[in-house]
């Protein structure tokens, strides 16, 4: 079992759905990292957090350290929100989940 | 403007050939980092450095190494005794502290 599990794997959403993309972690983290990754491979940094909630225009991210569980949730979704999206747990390194392929259509 | 810089993009070599992927950055970062991603895994760490002139071996070393002679460069050459050396590469580098990283723009690596 992989120490960090992202679900889905793939979601298709239409235009201006509310999405949600789960991240569980079962290894004591430092801080957890959500991360952009558009079809030209580039990674962007969209959120790191130790507790909480934090909000950035249309995106929320929240974790719950003692379930050991962090979502991403976008609002007003839009086709440019497509790409991958991929949570990491920071220990000692970074611990990567594989990923989220989310297609936004018009 | 501040960041990171691979090149090239994309890079092909034929089997057995050494080849060397460039990773610069100018955010005066002392810890830099090299990746590997491959579809349907999450990345995966080949080397790290947090210092010039001192590096650590990732989760996956083997058939790689690197070099740091300067804080704002950190070459990663991919060696022939690298098994599957066809995948997409992607340094980072992180700043005080390390949680947080910045992600260059990655080489996608084809062989031959």
């Known amino acids: 079992k992989n120490e960090v599990e992202q679900s889905p794997q793939n979601l298709t959403a239409q235009e201006g759905e509310f999405i949600t993309i789960n991240c569980s972690y079962s290894v004591g983290i430092s801080a957890l990292h959500w991360l952009q990754q558009h079809p030209g491979g580039g990674i962007v940094s969209l959120f790191m957090?130790?507790?909480g909630k934090k909000k950035h225009g249309r995106l929320i991210a929240t974790i719950n350290i003692q379930e050991k569980h962090s979502s991403l949730h976008i609002t007003a979704s839009h086709p440019r929100d497509s790409a991958v999206y991929i949570c990491a747990c920071a220990t000692n390194k970074l611990i990567f989940g594989t990923g989220t392929l989310l297609a936004v259509q018009p | 403007d501040g960041g990171i810089t691979q090149s090239p993009k994309y890079l092909f070599r034929k089997e057995g050939q050494n080849v060397t992927l460039s990773c610069e950055q100018n955010l005066n970062h002392d810890a830099m980092y090299w990746y590997r991603q491959d579809p349907g895994q999450g990345l995966r760490l080949i080397y790290y450095?947090?210092?010039?002139?001192?590096?650590q071996k990732g989760d996956i070393a083997e058939g790689y190494s690197v070099s740091r002679e300067k804080k704002e460069s950190f070459p990663l050459t991919v060696t022939s005794a690298q098994k599957n050396p066809t995948a997409f590469y992607l340094c980072?580098?992180?700043?005080?502290?390390?949680?947080?990283?910045?992600f260059g723009p990655g080489t996608r690596l084809t062989v031959l």
């Open positions: 980072a580098s992180s700043g005080q502290g390390g949680n947080e990283q910045f």
């Open positions: 957090l130790s507790s």
């Open positions: 450095s947090q210092i010039v002139n001192d590096f």
